[in-house]
């Protein structure tokens, strides 16, 4: 593998495995953020909420089919984490509660989200496993490595299904050409058989 292609490869996936966002939150309404995740990858995220009296901001994450996966209510600073069981869209929403005796302010709400490799703990594994320093890094090195192979690997899988999905619509197209291409000379033979009958029975042609 080309050199340039690998580091290119490597700020890549470190730079889409990290996420920070930062917005207003208006009283008594949500904001979600989807993402598309493979199976068994370590999700993240550490929230922020700015203080406002009276008014109540709540999380939840789930999957498309409506499974909560973490879920907290009254939140000000903290962290989630989760691990996906398969590929899968996935949000998380912030909801905001205020009373009716408020009248309610923007909250700001920052969020930073980190998956699969830069989810991990590794400072944390290399004491429990009581790792060197050097060992920790290489361990990374080799999280890391597999990674971008996944990534490759979906990167193919997706080319496969587009190409699929193009030749297949190639197809189609052709074959609904022909079919009009058909039904148009069928109707243009019948448009001139029948103003023949219709020019004899006038007898304006024999």
């Known amino acids: 593998m080309d050199l340039n292609l690998l580091i290119f490869?490597?700020?890549?996936?470190l730079a889409t495995n990290v996420c920070s966002i930062m917005w207003n939150l208006h009283p008594n309404t949500q904001k979600c953020l989807k993402e598309e995740l493979q199976s068994n990858v370590l999700v993240t995220g550490d929230?922020?909420?700015s203080d406002a009296p009276g008014q109540k901001v709540d999380y939840i994450v789930k999957d498309s089919v409506g499974h909560i996966l973490s879920q907290k209510d009254d939140i000000s600073k903290g962290k989630f984490s989760f691990?996906?069981?398969?590929?899968?869209?996935f949000e998380v929403?912030?909801?905001?509660?205020?009373s009716q005796q408020h009248r309610g302010i923007s909250q700001e709400v920052s969020l930073v989200t980190k998956r699969g490799v830069e989810a991990k703990n590794y400072e944390g594994l290399g004491e429990a496993a009581k790792l060197k320093p050097l060992e920790v890094e290489l361990k990374r090195l080799e999280d890391l490595s597999d990674a971008i192979v996944q990534d490759f690997s979906t990167m193919r899988?997706?080319?496969e299904e587009m190409r699929d999905t193009n030749e297949s619509t190639n197809s189609r197209v052709l074959y609904f050409s022909i079919f009009s291409m058909c039904c148009l000379l069928g109707l243009a033979t019948w448009q001139v058989l029948y103003l023949r009958r219709f020019f004899k029975a006038k007898k304006l042609i024999e």
């Open 157 to 159: 899988k997706r080319e």
């Open 9 to 13: 490869s490597i700020v890549a996936i």
């Open 83 to 89: 691990v996906t069981e398969t590929y899968d869209t």
């Open 93 to 98: 929403c912030f909801i905001s509660r205020v």
């Open 47 to 49: 929230y922020e909420v």
